[in-house]
């Protein structure tokens, strides 16, 4: 079974700060990875996606996100937040073929930035 | 170009009232999908399809309903609405299932 954990429901930086959204998953193949955003009253739009080449994907807007296998993580950053990065994050993993690959999200997480 | 199209935007039902939601999509996509989002669930697949005359349950199918009678279409159907159905629904495309999901701007969906 695959499942995946936002560790934070809520995160807030200052403008101009590191942002760090934590990911953890689980899965019993080797699973894509995808971060999308959500901004207020928006649909959701894919940030960047992991698909077993290399383990530093680059997304758009400045985000990266790095996959750690031994660790099970997933997590997005980005050097300095931005205020219109203020939005709701998702981190979501694949699944398995016999489910059509359905696409699992996390619960997501909220980002606050400050200025 | 319109990429998925979701209608309508707005729907308040009364409960044991029936309705559809459509979704269209305009980029030859074989997979779709139907989501809902809940405040702090997350979205929670409701079914999905791999092409046209093929569709499957997801993580959350009771009192719902869909069909894929064309590529392009992918209506959800709410047989009976109940208050728990009270939502915002999602409906995505994607050239493959497991591929980056394209994504409609959304129904909310209030049942009383």
């Known amino acids: 079974a695959q499942s995946v954990t936002q560790l934070d429901s809520h995160v807030s930086v200052s403008e101009g700060t590191p942002v760090l959204l934590r990911c953890n998953y689980s899965?019993?193949?080797?699973?894509?990875l995808f971060w999308y955003v959500q901004h207020p009253n928006k649909g959701l739009q894919l940030l960047l996606k992991y698909t077993s080449a290399a383990t530093l994907v680059k997304g758009i807007n400045g985000f990266e996100a790095e996959f750690k296998k031994s660790e099970t993580s997933f997590h997005l950053t980005k050097p300095s937040a931005h205020m219109s990065d203020a939005a709701e994050y998702f981190c979501v993993v694949s699944g398995p073929p016999d489910s059509g690959y359905a696409l699992n999200f996390g619960k997501g997480t909220s980002l606050l930035v400050t200025p | 170009n319109a990429g998925v199209t979701q209608t309508p935007k707005f729907q308040v039902l009364k409960t044991g009232q029936s309705m559809t939601l459509q979704c269209a999509q305009d980029?030859?996509?074989?997979?779709m999908s139907w989501y809902r989002q809940d405040p702090g669930m997350g979205l929670r697949l409701i079914h999905y399809s791999v092409g046209a005359g093929i569709t499957d349950q997801g993580e959350v199918p009771n009192g719902y309903n869909v069909s894929r009678s064309t590529t392009e279409d992918f209506p959800l159907r709410l047989l009976s609405a109940a208050p728990s159905q009270t939502s915002v629904y999602f409906c995505?495309?994607?050239?493959?299932?497991?591929?980056?999901?394209?994504f409609g701007e959304g129904s909310r969906l209030t049942v009383l």
């Open positions: 995505a495309s994607s050239y493959k299932a497991g591929g980056e999901l394209f």
């Open positions: 899965s019993s193949y080797s699973p894509s």
């Open positions: 980029m030859n996509h074989e997979y």
